[in-house]
């Protein structure tokens, strides 16, 4: 038996994006303590997917928060990025076992959406010491840990999309 594409539901997994404005409504019926992390997650590499299975394992759920499109331009990455739109990496972002939930900011940091969140675990990669993440100050006020965790895997999107570049 064969099924037309326009036969298709969408796959199980787009049921975890939800725009901020959804979000306390999705987080009132996710299992705590949350776990909150944010990025580009513009090409999605080995340090990423270790980043975020390590990131599951400190809470009972993850919700990732993308930068919007034009946040990731204002972060100075480069006038083609990111690579991806935000809808692309969302997908890519949800259809990973590990993750929970899915949203988006599109302010330079997502700390009205941490407020409004309320992780009891706040977690970056490696690169950020702890007294620099954003929403730290915030997230210990209410009892809540920071966690920097260190890269496993020296990848970046930067260094992937500059190595495409040298071979083409």
Request: aromatic share 6%; glycine share 8%; charged share 25%.
């Amino acid at each position: 038996m064969t099924t037309s594409a326009a036969g298709l539901r969408p796959p199980d997994f787009e049921a975890k994006i939800c725009g901020p404005d959804q979000l306390p409504v999705r987080l009132a019926g996710i299992d705590r303590p949350l776990v909150f992390t944010n990025g580009c997650f513009d090409l999605l590499h080995r340090g990423h997917v270790t980043y975020l299975s390590q990131a599951k394992a400190l809470g009972r759920s993850l919700l990732v928060a993308l930068n919007t499109d034009e946040s990731v331009r204002r972060l100075g990455k480069g006038a083609d990025r990111p690579i991806n739109a935000l809808e692309d990496r969302m997908a890519v972002i949800a259809a990973l076992g590990c993750v929970d939930l899915v949203t988006w900011f599109d302010e330079d940091t997502p700390l009205s959406l941490i407020q409004r969140c309320r992780p009891e675990v706040l977690v970056k990669g490696g690169d950020w010491p702890l007294e620099r993440i954003v929403g730290a100050r915030e997230v210990r006020s209410w009892g809540g840990r920071i966690v920097s965790i260190p890269f496993q895997f020296d990848r970046s999107t930067t260094s992937v999309i500059e190595r495409i570049r040298r071979q083409g």
